[in-house]
């Protein structure tokens, strides 16, 4: 017997504010919970089984493979996405992108963003966010937040930018060459069953994977966020969307530019200043930080705004990285480029490579913000804490460029995540077991921990020393030339 007699209640399908109240429902339930042992009979396997069930069997509308939104006469599509628990503090987090619709090479080249389907699968939707549990059937999966998102539009612009690059680069016929680096909100993800071969692009005889169009774990991670910091199980922004701290672009701006392009725009008249020089045109006092590089670069991209980018609607919703370097007089940056923690809970509950939160971070579309030092150049800065003047090198802003990682280095990227998934998983978390800087594979681990007793949970129990994902020097130097090389 369902617990909850929800069925005695009427929506109206066609009000998208009636649809997410009956929603509520489901929170707390798993559809066996809600709807009993029957369920079991009409179970539906696939990603997309647990949508369809809840579709049929909640809602009771029909399943169809129509392209329109699923509460047509609403406008609403329904999506249900996974979160995961995490072991060490008990947060929800992301465990994957949500996938909108499928990429058909052919059509796209065609068709505009106005045009095309993606705008009834995504513009307004019902996220019933449920906790995945390995192991278990999907209809006892619980449902533990309902969203009624709609999206901003602002975000619109910057989608649909991200969906006409993903179209130029299909029309060059280099859809084998797509990457989710190349979007800031849309991504074009890696999708199909075990067994699906590559499939016809136009303008090429190169195969390529199939993909889907997805909005990024970092966009998904944004909403997750907003539910989580209301303190209920619900939220929307159909009727009122919430300001974000700040927003680095406006909507007006993105009329006539790109996103890359504003950013990149902003950095020009500073290029071959000085640390001092520039913050003279930033109208700042000149100090000794350890970040005083990083901050300079966010307070330029944020038009002073911000010296923490990640705080900002763009970045928090693109997932985007920026990345200080300071080169040598060889060329080489001063030192390896540092990632986060390696989650060792998050690596060993995921065996799946592109659903893991080192893909996420080595398809991310990176800024770079490049200083060089300037030969027998010095400046003095003031110190706060010591109430004295240094006196350092000198180092002006270089370059600034936007950067995705190339395919065959996320193969290598691969290997590395791969490796460091075995050592999880059999216990043997030292530094032993990873790739090190000498073995120039691009990528390696080593701690970054600040003292020693600042420790992680091991899933196999206990708690071991924090490392962290690393890109080499060498590798830094490799991408720096790469983009000098290509202007």
């Not at 029957?38 to 949508?51: A, F, P, Q, Y």
């Not at 059937?137 to 009624?148: C, W």
């Not at 038009?303 to 997932?319: D, Y």
């Not at 939160?357 to 003031?382: G, H, M, N, Q």
Request: glycine share 4%; with cysteine; proline share 3%.
């Amino acid at each position: 017997m369902p617990k909850v007699n929800y069925k005695d209640e009427a929506f109206d399908r066609t009000s998208p504010m009636s649809i997410f109240n009956y929603s509520r429902h489901l929170i707390g339930e798993s559809l066996h919970s809600l709807l009993g042992d029957s369920v079991i009979d009409k179970k539906r396997k696939g990603k997309g089984g647990l949508g369809q069930m809840v579709e049929e069997l909640f809602f009771n509308y029909n399943i169809n493979s129509n392209r329109e939104a699923d509460f047509k006469d609403a406008r609403v599509e329904l999506k249900c996405t996974p979160l995961l628990k995490s072991k060490s503090d008990e947060s929800y987090r992301i465990k994957e992108r949500l996938v909108c619709t499928m990429i058909d090479y052919f059509e796209i080249v065609n068709t505009s963003f106005e045009d095309s389907h993606l705008i009834s699968k995504c513009q307004l939707m019902l996220l019933l966010f449920y906790l995945h549990v390995n192991g278990n059937p999907n209809y006892d999966y619980e449902f533990v937040f309902r969203v009624l998102w709609q999206i901003p539009e602002k975000d619109l612009i910057l989608i649909k930018k991200d969906y006409q690059t993903i179209a130029e680069k299909v029309k060059r016929g280099e859809a084998h060459l797509l990457s989710e680096g190349d979007t800031i909100y849309l991504g074009a993800c890696r999708k199909g069953q075990k067994g699906d071969g590559p499939q016809e692009q136009p303008n090429s005889e190169i195969k390529a994977n199939r993909r889907a169009f997805s909005l990024k774990p970092a966009y998904m991670r944004y909403i997750l966020n907003h539910v989580v910091e209301s303190g209920n199980d619900a939220f929307t922004n159909y009727t009122e969307i919430e300001s974000p701290k700040f927003e680095l672009v406006s909507s007006e701006e993105l009329q006539n530019n790109t996103f890359e392009d504003i950013i990149l725009n902003r950095f020009a008249p500073f290029i071959g200043k000085n640390y001092v020089q520039i913050c003279e045109m930033l109208g700042i006092e000149a100090y000794d930080a350890k970040n005083k590089y990083a901050d300079v670069g966010a307070l330029i991209a944020s038009n002073s705004e911000s010296k923490r980018l990640a705080s900002s609607e763009e970045f928090m919703k693109s997932g985007i990285i920026m990345k200080t370097v300071r080169l040598q007089r060889n060329g080489r940056p001063k030192e390896s480029m540092s990632f986060k923690n390696i989650d060792y809970c998050e690596i060993s509950d995921n065996e799946n490579w592109i659903e893991s939160e080192a893909y996420e971070i080595f398809t991310s579309r990176f800024l770079f913000v490049v200083f060089k030092p300037v030969a027998d150049e010095k400046i003095t800065i003031f110190n706060n804490k010591t109430k004295s003047y240094v006196t350092e090198q000198s180092y002006i802003l270089e370059s600034v460029f936007f950067w995705t990682m190339p395919t065959d280095d996320l193969e290598v990227a691969k290997e590395y995540w791969e490796n460091i998934r075995q050592a999880v998983l059999t216990n043997n978390i030292t530094p032993k077991a990873f790739w090190s800087i000498g073995d120039h594979k691009k990528f390696h681990v080593r701690p970054k921990a600040r003292v020693k007793s600042d420790q992680s949970v091991n899933p196999n129990g206990g708690f071991c020393d924090k490392y962290c994902y690393w890109f080499n020097a060498d590798y830094v130097k490799q991408i720096i030339d790469s983009v000098k090389t290509n202007i």
